[in-house]
Each structure stands twice: as structure tokens, then as C-alpha cells.
């Protein structure tokens, strides 16, 4: 009888353990209210006078253009995570300024594009926005610059569409080589876990702690206010945090599941020497896959070597586009 009786306060122990669990996954989260962080200048601050809205299938993709009167190739740049149009300040002009078309876009969740958590923003589906801006911007063919991320993006892009690149330049690339786990994807379209990440996202990236994120990136011990104002402000537009969730969910997507070697076409891949967010290492697991690439370090730069040595690198990589322009005037004549 004593048995029976510890035996039943055992299975009512677990009943009320688990009930409490239930209740504190599906019902705290949404007791804890959001932290409400908004953009703290108004878009139309924030956009350029060469910048507008493209409007793609329905989704708002926000782009700035240079062109000059006699317009050599199109250069299309490419942000990296957390980046956008802001992050090639220091590079658009000088590329414009040297004849070439300029198109910069936030990629769709990012910047001053469109962001919720219902589409799909894995690095193939940002791809197809591309191409999709760059038809309605009649773009034939272009040189893609891809930063971190962007350059995931922009291999997806020569993969799916070899014919409109003209060459590649990577810089800080991160490529994902090898699958990732999807249980995020699962969890994700739970909602009481979809609510407990808005939580934890709208608490967790303060304007504090992104500056601190940009300060690691720019191996600084902080960054100069209008450098923190530029991106804070864009990555805190809009549903930001219900779109960072949605790439989490969606990361799985984002493996180079191709053949790299397939990928034909000049690439220089640029790295920062004091990198610590993309180790040589994980470089050297791509880089030697590409057929016709070349490797260039940028001495004195970490994980945004186009910020913190631009004008290194708006020389090196003009030499790089003159040098292809001189090779494909000499095959066409």
C-alpha cells in the first residue's frame, strides 16, 4: 500500500511538473512584453537622393544608383549580415567617380527593405530578388561585389544565373559548405518559440550592444557615432526582429550545395588580415574550389576591410575590373 501510494505522488509530481513547464513554454513568453527599440531617424532620413523603392513581387526593395553620363560596366554590392546600402558609403562614388554604373540594394529583411517573417530569406531565394532588381533595372550583365554574407548570396547568383556575372569579388566571405541543422526551422513555426525569440531579440540588441557587435567587427573598442547611428537605425526599421528569426529558421537553406569548381568566371576573394570573424581557415575551405580566383589580404582591416581601409580597397579592386576589362578587350578583338 505504501508503494502504491509513493508511486502515485510520483506520476502526480511529473503531471505538475510538466503542466508548469507547459505553461511557463507556452504562456510567459507572451507575459513578457517586447522591448519597443524603433529607428530613431524617420526612413525618408535615412534614404539617399539616389536611393528609391523598388516594389518586386509584391515586397518593397530599397536600392541607390549612381550612373555617369557614359556608363562603363554595372557593379551590384552586396551587404553583408546585419549591413546594407550604408555599408559602401566610403566605395559607391569612388567606383562612380571611375565611370562605372553603381547599384547598392538592401537585401529584402534588411536595411529599409521589406521585412516580416513569412517569406523566404534564404541566400538562393535572395538571389532570385536580385536578378529580379536587376531586370527591372534592365541590367544585363554586371561584376558583383559580396560582403560576408553577400558573397553566399552572390555565389548562389553565378550559380543560378552564370550568364549575367561578369566577375566576382568577395570580400570576408562567409560560405556555408556543409548543411546545417534545421531544428531552428521546426522550432521556429512553434509560436510561443517564435514569441520567445521576439522577446529575447527586441532585449538583447540595444544600441549598445550593436555597437559593441560593430566594435569587434572593426577590432575597435568602439565606433565612431555616425557609423553606429547608420546601421543602428536600418537594422532596427520595421518588423527587424520577426525577419531575423525568419533567417535563423531559414539558415539551413543556405549551403552551397553546387559545385564551386563549376563557377567559371574571374573572382577575387579579399580578406582582412585581422579578420576574427572569418578565420583564414574557414577561407581556405572555398577559396581553392574557384577555377579562375585570385587572394588578396588587406593588411591593417578586420571583418569590413571596405570600411576600415577604403581606399586600399577601392584600389584594389578597380585594379582587379581593369584588369578583367583589358583581358575581354583582347579575346573581342
Do not use: C
Not at 549591413?83 to 534588411?110: C, E, Q
Not at 585581422?274 to 577561407?283: C, E, K, L, P, V
Request: proline residues 5%; charged residues 20%.
Amino acid at each position: 500500500m505504501k508503494r502504491l501510494w509513493h508511486r502515485h505522488r510520483g506520476r502526480a509530481l511529473v503531471f505538475y511538473v510538466t503542466l508548469v513547464l507547459a505553461l511557463l513554454i507556452l504562456v510567459v513568453p507572451y507575459l513578457i512584453p517586447l522591448r519597443q527599440d524603433h529607428a530613431e531617424m524617420p526612413v525618408e532620413a535615412l534614404t539617399s537622393e539616389n536611393g528609391r523603392f523598388l516594389d518586386i513581387n509584391g515586397v518593397s526593395i530599397y536600392i541607390e544608383e549612381a550612373t555617369p553620363p557614359l556608363p562603363r560596366d554595372t557593379i551590384v554590392f552586396l551587404h553583408g549580415f546585419g549591413g546594407s546600402t550604408f555599408s559602401w558609403r566610403h566605395n559607391v562614388p569612388f567606383f562612380a567617380s571611375h565611370g562605372y554604373r553603381i547599384i547598392s540594394l538592401d537585401m529584402k529583411g534588411f536595411g529599409l527593405s521589406y521585412k516580416d517573417f513569412e517569406s523566404d530569406y534564404s541566400h538562393p531565394a535572395q538571389a532570385i530578388i536580385v536578378a529580379e532588381v536587376l531586370s527591372e533595372l534592365d541590367v544585363e550583365r554586371a561584376y558583383f561585389v559580396g560582403h560576408s554574407m553577400g558573397t553566399s548570396v552572390m555565389l548562389h547568383f553565378a550559380h543560378l544565373y552564370p550568364d549575367r556575372v561578369i566577375g566576382l569579388i568577395s570580400v570576408a566571405g562567409a560560405v556555408t559548405l556543409h548543411e546545417r541543422s534545421s531544428f531552428p526551422h521546426v522550432l521556429l513555426h512553434i509560436g510561443p518559440f517564435r514569441r520567445t525569440g521576439e522577446v529575447f531579440l527586441t532585449h538583447y540588441m540595444t544600441k549598445e550592444r550593436i555597437n559593441a557587435i560593430l566594435a569587434s567587427a572593426h577590432q575597435k573598442d568602439t565606433v565612431a557615432s555616425d557609423t553606429l547611428d547608420g546601421y543602428y537605425n536600418r537594422i532596427v526599421s520595421g518588423q527587424w526582429q520577426r525577419s531575423l528569426l525568419a533567417m535563423t529558421r531559414d539558415m539551413h537553406k543556405n549551403t552551397i550545395a553546387f559545385p564551386l569548381e563549376d563557377i567559371a568566371l574571374p573572382t577575387m576573394i579579399l580578406w582582412g588580415e585581422n579578420d576574427s570573424w572569418i578565420t583564414m581557415d574557414a577561407i581556405a575551405r572555398w577559396k581553392g574550389r574557384m577555377p579562375l580566383s585570385e587572394f588578396q589580404v588587406i593588411p591593417g582591416a578586420g571583418h569590413l576591410p571596405m570600411e576600415e581601409q577604403p581606399e586600399l580597397f577601392n584600389d584594389m579592386v578597380l585594379s582587379f575590373l581593369g584588369s578583367r576589362s583589358k583581358e575581354e578587350g583582347i579575346l573581342s578583338s
